[in-house]
């Protein structure tokens, strides 16, 4: 099935050079080598910056923020965990987030918030 499925993948244009100068076992280290040799980043700046915006202001028990993009900043996921979001709905929550990041939303296509409330 993997075979298949990496055949299928190999039609497209850009994998064309590789298909006419190497066999399938060629084929697949040269797509893995492209797709998976590059390090991952221990954060972007936007990633940081946001991250230390809401630390900042939030002061969050927990704080995740993850450049969901690939590293170009135009899609993030924020997961949060603050006090006080206690006692407000999960749409206040949110509202809260994105006015403190109102000036960021502005260059992002677009940011996924998970706000909870730690446990008592």
């Keep these: 099935m993997l075979l298949r499925t990496s055949t299928l993948f190999m039609r497209s244009a850009a994998a064309a050079p590789i298909a006419q100068t190497q066999g399938r076992a060629g084929q697949m280290a040269a797509i893995l080598r492209r797709r998976y040799s590059e390090q991952p980043s221990l954060g ?20 995740t923020v993850k450049d969901a993009s690939g590293g ?44 909870t409330v730690p446990p008592e």
């Design 44 to 63: 972007t700046d936007g990633e940081k910056h946001i991250f230390d915006k809401l630390q900042r202001e939030l002061s969050p028990t927990k704080l």
């Design 72 to 115: 170009c900043g135009s899609m993030y996921v924020v997961e949060i965990e603050a006090e006080c979001f206690r006692g407000k709905s999960r749409v206040n929550q949110t509202k809260m987030v994105n006015s403190l990041l109102k000036q960021e939303l502005k260059d992002m296509h677009g940011m996924r918030v998970l706000c």
